[in-house]
């Protein structure tokens, strides 16, 4: 990157994670000129990040040297956990008072700990989730959730305007971002679920798929999540933009305050034992909307959008 953000607060990122989501989070920030360096456990990735105009990085904390914000788009706790704490972690790297964005969809007791963790090594946590998959990432166009005191939020706006379409600042408490994101991840998978489910009912019935998703898509049982994925079933291309076994730790971080809580989730459980079946089947790294092919072998009728004979 060229000196002309040098100096200025705010404008040095480093981006933690640069799969489908973090990739075009942060070539939505280079795009805004900001100076982002990055890390990926690929070497493949950091190269192509490097030649898109980046800084690549050998790790956490090699990225984060410098950096005013600290964007982390990793998968999970676990991996959240290493990024900070692990071999070659960004904890102890970062620059004093600097932002850790967390964006992994984590439970509310998970996003408190870790914040916990940063705050006592003298730096500022945002509880952060993120939804609106890989294009909207690219285009700078994403939902943020935030929760965390306001001065951190102030801190770190210009990077999360830049990536986002909406932010949602939901108060001072961290963990309340993380809970509005397992609500949405919760409707999500049951919105994937049925659409898969209602696929494979009208394959069963013979249908022109391709008629049923035109119809559906204009009626009133469409949803975000039909709309979106049913073309990867039509089409029978199941390269993963998100997998199977993100909606099974998801759906699993609902069950889990669900029966600590003592909330009733009938609907979200049968959701989640389909991506566990659907994950035991051999597509747990597999698109979601696998779950398609699950109900494939259980009715033993083809649900894709090939012309019938």
Not at 108 to 122: C, I, K, L, N, S
Not at 132 to 159: D, H, M, P, Y
Not at 266 to 281: D, G, K, N, R, Y
Request: aromatic share 6%.
């Amino acid at each position: 990157m060229s000196g002309q953000n040098e100096g200025q607060p705010g404008r040095k990122v480093a981006v933690i994670g640069l799969g489908s989501m973090g990739y075009g989070m942060a070539s939505t920030l280079l795009r805004e000129k900001f100076d982002v360096a990055g890390f990926d456990v690929s070497p493949e990735v950091l190269a192509r990040f490097t030649r898109d105009g980046g800084r690549g990085a050998a790790s956490p904390a090699e990225a984060v040297a410098g950096a005013d914000v600290v964007v982390c788009v990793v998968v999970n706790a676990a991996q959240t956990g290493a990024v900070l704490s692990g071999p070659g972690g960004c904890l102890s790297a970062m620059e004093r008072g600097a932002v850790f964005l967390s964006c992994a969809t984590l439970s509310p007791d998970e996003a408190r700990a870790f914040a916990r963790d940063v705050e006592a090594a003298g730096h500022a946590y945002l509880d952060a989730p993120i939804s609106g998959g890989a294009q909207r990432a690219a285009a700078g166009e994403l939902t943020i959730l935030v929760s965390g005191a306001g001065s951190t939020v102030n801190t770190a706006r210009a990077v999360l305007d830049a990536m986002a379409e909406r932010v949602y600042e939901l108060g001072e408490a961290v963990g309340d971002a993380s809970a509005f994101k397992i609500v949405n991840q919760l409707l999500a998978g049951v919105h994937i679920a049925a659409a898969c489910e209602a696929m494979a009912f009208a394959a069963a019935q013979n249908l022109d798929l391709r008629r049923v998703y035109e119809v559906i898509t204009h009626s009133a049982g469409n949803s975000w999540m039909f709309e979106n994925r049913m073309p990867h079933v039509l089409d029978n291309d199941y390269k993963p933009r998100s997998m199977v076994d993100i909606f099974v730790k998801d759906l699993g971080i609902v069950a889990d305050i669900a029966r600590k809580d003592r909330i009733p989730v009938p609907i979200a459980s049968a959701a989640l034992q389909l991506f566990l079946m659907t994950s035991a089947a051999g597509m747990g790294r597999d698109d979601d909307a696998s779950v398609a092919r699950l109900f494939e072998r259980i009715n033993g009728v083809p649900v894709t959008g090939s012309v019938k004979e």
